[in-house]
Nanobody
Framework: QVQLVESGGGLVQAGGSLRLSCAAS????????MGWFRQAPGKEREFVTA????????YYADSVKGRFTISRDTAKNTVYLQMNSLTPEDTAVYYC???????????????????WGQGTQVTISS
């Protein structure tokens, strides 16, 4: 059974930092790109960042570039999202996801991801 479990969300003040983790199990995730998406109330799910299966290439939405960093620890089957300089606009439920196709450049489209975590709430106060 494939599982993605996020953790690390919470409430922080604007300008603060959070680190999200996504622990994967149930398949060899080292073969797959991983992504983070977020969804704010009343808004569509949006791409935040992704990392390729090797951990060599990363991709970011313009809104988070320079503030967020994605990384992965293959040995631990875990993906991380370090978020700095947070603003109230970053408030959302954050989801990690695993791509459906191995050994490919990860997509910015959520439809290309097969497995999803349950989400973790991130709330930034002004």
């Amino acid at each position: 059974q494939v599982q993605l479990v996020e953790s690390g969300g919470g409430l922080v003040q604007a300008g603060g930092s959070l680190r999200l983790s996504c622990a994967a199990s149930g398949r060899p995730f080292s073969r797959y790109g991983m992504g983070w998406f977020r969804q704010a109330p009343g808004k569509e799910r949006e791409f935040v960042t992704a990392i390729d299966w090797k951990g060599a290439s990363t991709y970011y939405a313009d809104s988070v570039k320079g503030r967020f960093t994605i990384s992965r620890d293959t040995a631990k089957n875990t993906v991380y999202l370090q978020m700095n300089s947070l603003t109230p606009e970053d408030t959302a439920v954050y989801y990690c996801a695993a791509e459906m196709t191995p050994y490919t450049i990860p997509s910015r489209a959520w439809t290309e991801y097969e497995y999803w975590g349950q989400g973790t709430q991130v709330t930034i106060s002004s």
